[in-house]
């Protein structure tokens, strides 16, 4: 991997072989879309400034910079990102090509679609300014959710959210099945900007899908104790724990673990709370307080599976998660979504429907076979499968769900008439 500013980009792109070019960010995908064997990696340095304005409120940042950054400049400032996934740890450049969400799609949509600009390098070197609204507003959205195989994106203008303290407002709900839990979400998501449910899908029978709904909104802050509105806006995240290298070679999360960890968390969980003050970071990162949390599944890794499906097919979603329950599919994070109105990108995963998130040891019995019925099932239903997780999936998958493939490459190709812009799962999935 090379790290290289704009200057050195255009030397490494005429130097680039036949395996060609892409971009890495932090490395957080669970795939292989910023990997290139054979070829040339190039990482971005996060050198640029933090330019907020105001009055947008937005923020000029560069393509480098992570959300962990933006955030612990900004919010003391008293403003957040739009969009955050399950960690800080993503760059801004990688947020636009994953066209990553968060539990908030409902109510703000994408990462890209709160991007107002961003300046981009094409595979001849030139750089294009491209926007929703300007001449390149084509190659704009070819590129939100484009994973790095249209140019590389130097910097862009995000728009902010203005917040009051550094903390949320969290309604916490125990339900008993799957059927409960979607009928929550479907009634009540609306009254709240952010919303998500963790699923024990090791449960079974009456239990089948079990969940614990959280639903929260950033706290006003009239919210946070008299004695600490003063620094209601302090965001000093902290690292609670650090896997350490020396695990086991199978890692210690399987299905006896899991189907433990799943009962205590779920019997923790009240049946209902509301209005408890969380920070910023309990409430979107959990799992960035745990330093290599990836180590507890051992040397061979996980994959993390997921797919959404258009409503009206709550069917599907249930016998996805009957399926995952009857052979044991351990999964240490389940999580559940409802995601609203798709953007105009053509690779964009979210569509209106159910988002179900699934972490699996590559050590799970029958694995490959498990993920091809459950692909065969989302296809059938007009779902998709989300390329920022991908790892899995085959071309005739990925072609199948997203229909505005050859939209997208006719816009590709047109930047980028020599494929100079590659990846392994680009190579894999047939998208060069």
């Known amino acids: ?237 902290h690292t609670f724990a650090t896997v350490p290298p020396i695990v086991p070679r199978a890692g210690v999360l399987n299905g006896w673990t899991i189907a433990a960890f799943n009962e205590v968390w779920y019997r923790k969980a009240p049946k209902l709370r509301t209005g408890q003050l969380q920070s910023l970071t309990s409430f979107f990162h959990p799992l960035d307080g745990v330093t290599h949390w990836n180590r507890l599944y051992g040397a061979r890794g996980f994959i993390q599976y997921q797919f959404v499906v258009p409503f009206g097919q709550e069917p599907t979603l249930q016998r996805i998660v009957e399926r995952c329950s009857q052979v044991r599919a351990a999964s240490f994070v389940t999580v559940l979504k409802r995601f609203g109105a798709a953007n105009p990108s053509p690779l964009s995963f979210p569509t209106p429907g159910w988002t179900l998130t699934i972490d699996l040891a590559t050590t799970q019995p029958g694995l490959a076979a498990l993920t091809q019925e459950l692909d065969a099932w989302v296809l059938e239903a007009g779902g998709r499968h989300y390329l920022a997780k991908d790892a899995v999936t085959s071309p005739e998958v990925i072609r199948a769900g997203y229909p505005r493939l050859d939209d997208w490459r006719a816009i590709r190709d047109k930047a980028d008439p020599t494929h100079r812009w590659q990846s392994d799962q680009a190579r894999r999935l047939g998208l060069v």
């Open 1 to 237: 991997m090379v790290e290289s500013g704009p200057d050195g980009l255009p030397g490494l792109l005429v130097e680039a072989g036949e395996r060609g070019v892409i971009v890495r960010g932090l490395g957080r995908s669970y795939g292989d879309p910023a990997q290139n064997a054979g070829g040339t990696v190039i990482r971005l340095p996060d050198d640029l400034p933090i330019v907020l304005d105001r009055n947008g409120p937005v923020a000029h940042v560069g393509a480098g910079t992570s959300l962990d950054r933006v955030m612990r400049e900004l919010v003391p400032q008293g403003f957040f990102v739009p969009v955050t996934p399950g960690t800080r740890f993503v760059t801004v450049g990688g947020a636009i090509a994953s066209d990553i969400h968060g539990k908030g799609h409902h109510r703000d949509g994408t990462f890209g679609s709160n991007v107002e600009r961003f300046r981009l390098m094409l595979a001849d070197g030139t750089v294009i300014e491209a926007s929703p609204s300007n001449e390149h507003a084509e190659l704009f959205w070819a590129t939100v959710g484009g994973m790095g195989l249209t140019g590389v994106v130097l910097d862009a203008v995000i728009r902010l959210l203005p917040i009051e303290t550094a903390s949320c407002l969290v309604d916490t709900r125990r339900t008993a099945d799957l059927d409960e839990v979607m009928a929550l979400m479907e009634s009540s998501d609306a009254e709240h900007r952010y919303s998500v449910a963790w699923l024990d899908l090791l449960a079974s029978g009456r239990h089948l899908g079990r969940s614990i709904l959280s639903q929260g909104d950033h706290a006003p802050l009239g919210a946070v104790p008299p004695a600490k509105r003063s620094s209601a806006l302090e965001f000093r995240p």
